[in-house]
């Protein structure tokens, strides 16, 4: 079992930054696949970024530039960098885990997920 907690969702301008956070626990961190998904009200579960176990990534065309997926294994935590927010950035944002290790773009692939952090962007 892998438990995620995602943080750092809040309130933002647009054009500001924010920082999101997904602490791990419950098995190997490093051996596992991260990615980010987005749910806006009314819409589909929408794929953002993506880290294999071994670092690579992948990410949304629209976000490419301003969304930076990354992890840091001793600590256990993943982060998604946002920047340059714009309104149609305001959604839920989740994490997910895969013991795979590999860094699916369908949200079905995913065995574990946390419950998510609102962002909601101003205009």
């Known amino acids: 079992q892998v438990q995620l907690v995602e943080s750092g969702g809040r309130l933002v301008q647009a054009g500001g930054s924010l920082r999101l956070s997904c602490a791990a626990s419950?098995?190997?961190?490093?051996?596992?696949?991260m990615g980010w998904f987005r749910q806006a009200p009314g819409k589909e579960r929408e794929f953002v970024a993506a880290?294999?176990?071994?670092?690579?990534?992948y990410y949304l065309d629209s976000v490419k530039g301003r969304f930076t997926i990354s992890r840091d294994n001793a600590k256990t935590v993943g982060y998604l960098q946002i920047n340059s927010l714009k309104p149609e950035d305001t959604a839920v944002y989740l994490c997910?885990?895969?013991?795979?290790?590999?860094?699916?773009?369908?949200?079905?692939?995913?065995?574990?997920w946390g419950q998510g952090t609102q962002v909601t962007v101003s205009s």
């Open positions: 419950g098995r190997t961190f490093s051996n596992l696949a």
């Open positions: 997910a885990a895969d013991p795979s290790g590999v860094a699916f773009r369908e949200a079905v692939e995913y065995d574990y």
């Open positions: 880290m294999s176990w071994s670092g690579n990534t």
